[in-house]
C-alpha cells in the first residue's frame, strides 16, 4: 500500500505556471504506474497525465499536451506536474493516483491509491 499527498496548488493567473508535487509513502515507489487526474465542480474526474515506473513512457490527454509535463523521482518517492501557460479551464483539484502495474492507463478505475487532491485556479 502507498500513501499519496499532492502540493503545489494554488492560484496564479492565465499564462503562468506551476508545479505539482505528489510525495509517496509506504512501499517502493517505483512499483507503480502514476499518474495526474483532475476534476472541475460539476464535472467528472478526468485523465491529466500518466507515467511508467521507470519514467520512459508518459501520455497525455489532448488539451495538456505540449503544455503539461509529467515527471517522477523514485528515488525520492515523488510525482511531479510541470504545467505551463496555463489556461482558467485548467482551474480544478488534480490528484495523483497510482497502482502497481507495467502499461499506463487513462481509465480511472484502473488506478487504486489516491491522494487527496490539490486545487489549481486560474483567473483569466
Known amino acids: 500500500q502507498v500513501q499519496l499527498v499532492e502540493s503545489g496548488g494554488g492560484l496564479v493567473q492565465a499564462g503562468d505556471s506551476l508545479r505539482l508535487s505528489c510525495a509517496a509513502s509506504?512501499?517502493?515507489?517505483?512499483?507503480?504506474?502514476m499518474a495526474w487526474f483532475r476534476q472541475a465542480p460539476g464535472k467528472e474526474r478526468e485523465f491529466v497525465a500518466s507515467i511508467s515506473r521507470s519514467g520512459s513512457m508518459t501520455d497525455y490527454r489532448d488539451s495538456v499536451k505540449g503544455r503539461f509535463t509529467i515527471s517522477r523521482d523514485n528515488a525520492k518517492n515523488t510525482l511531479f506536474l510541470q504545467m505551463n501557460s496555463l489556461k482558467p479551464e485548467d482551474t480544478a483539484v488534480y490528484f495523483c493516483a497510482g497502482f502497481e502495474g507495467w502499461v499506463t492507463s487513462t481509465q480511472r478505475y484502473s488506478y487504486k491509491y489516491w491522494g487527496q487532491g490539490t486545487q489549481v485556479t486560474v483567473s483569466s
Open positions: 509506504g512501499r517502493t515507489f517505483s512499483i507503480y504506474v
